[in-house]
């Protein structure tokens, strides 16, 4: 069977590092076989200590604003889903939005997690979206049946 990835997109700028790993982590746990989990967060432990992660880190490749660009875009291009989490997001997380905007240019599939009061709620980031769910476990469901190949 085919393999499918599935990048995982949410806020990471003002977020600890255990609130960026963490719904990822579990995201990954909850998918088949056949869909592997990408995340912006891999290759990232020098992070694993912030209390709030900062938009770049330029003494580090790939947390420098164009290493972070540069991967984060790559793998926006190369997945087959983006599922995007914005659950509880205190404010507008310009990268997760470029995210959004570079799959919906690619017509990647995009399944997005939020309350109906998110600071994210936006007509074109509604109108980009093919799905708009209120938990994790409801976008799982979603991209698994998106992006499995029989029933």
């Known amino acids: 069977m085919r393999e499918f990835l599935l990048y995982c997109a949410g806020p990471i700028t003002g977020v600890s ?9 579990y995201v990954a746990k ?3 076989a056949h869909i592997k989990a990408v995340s912006p ?16 880190y330029a ?14 875009r790559m793998d926006v291009m190369r997945c087959d889903l983006l599922l995007v989490n914005l659950l509880g997001a205190a ?20 399944v997005i997690v ?20 209120e938990t994790l476990d409801e976008a799982v469901e979603i991209a698994i049946a998106v992006l499995s190949p029989t029933l």
């Open 91 to 110: 404010k507008v997380s310009i990268g997760t939005v470029m995210e959004i905007a570079w799959a919906d240019m690619l017509r990647k599939p995009i």
């Open 59 to 72: 003494q580090h490749p790939l947390g420098s604003p164009k290493g972070i660009t540069c991967r984060d």
């Open 30 to 32: 909850k998918l088949p």
């Open 17 to 25: 590092f255990e609130g960026c790993t963490e719904w990822r982590e």
């Open 41 to 56: 967060m891999r290759g990232k432990n020098y992070l694993a200590k912030e209390k709030l992660v900062k938009d770049s």
């Open 114 to 133: 939020m309350e109906k009061e998110n600071i994210h709620s936006h007509a074109i980031l509604r109108e980009a979206a093919g799905f708009i769910v």
